[in-house]
């Protein structure tokens, strides 16, 4: 839904999703990540309480998942197929 960008230290070089096992969203991002052999991490927050505090605090409170941050810092909650694709240009 949402694009922003945080600062990420140069040792993050790995996508992160955050997501929770029951979120539709979260799965569909997770097979198109699979789908196209994007690689990634998934953390899931409601096992990891530090993990839903960060997601809160980028999302303004929120625990809106999935959160995804990208090594070049940008950020996609709850994003779409399109706007996944948009992310991986030669991933279409």
């Keep these: ?51 839903a505090e960060y997601v809160m605090k980028v999302n303004g409170g929120s625990r809106s998942v999935p959160t995804i941050i990208f090594p070049d810092g940008s950020v996609l909650v709850e994003p779409s197929a399109r706007e996944l694709a948009a992310k991986f240009p030669a991933q279409k």
């Design 1 to 51: 839904m949402s694009e922003s960008t945080l600062e990420t230290s140069k040792t993050e070089q790995q996508i992160k999703m955050y997501a929770t096992t029951w979120c539709g969203d979260c799965r569909a991002a997770k097979r198109w990540f699979d789908a196209h052999n994007v690689s990634y991490e998934y953390i899931n927050i409601e096992e990891d309480d530090r993990a």
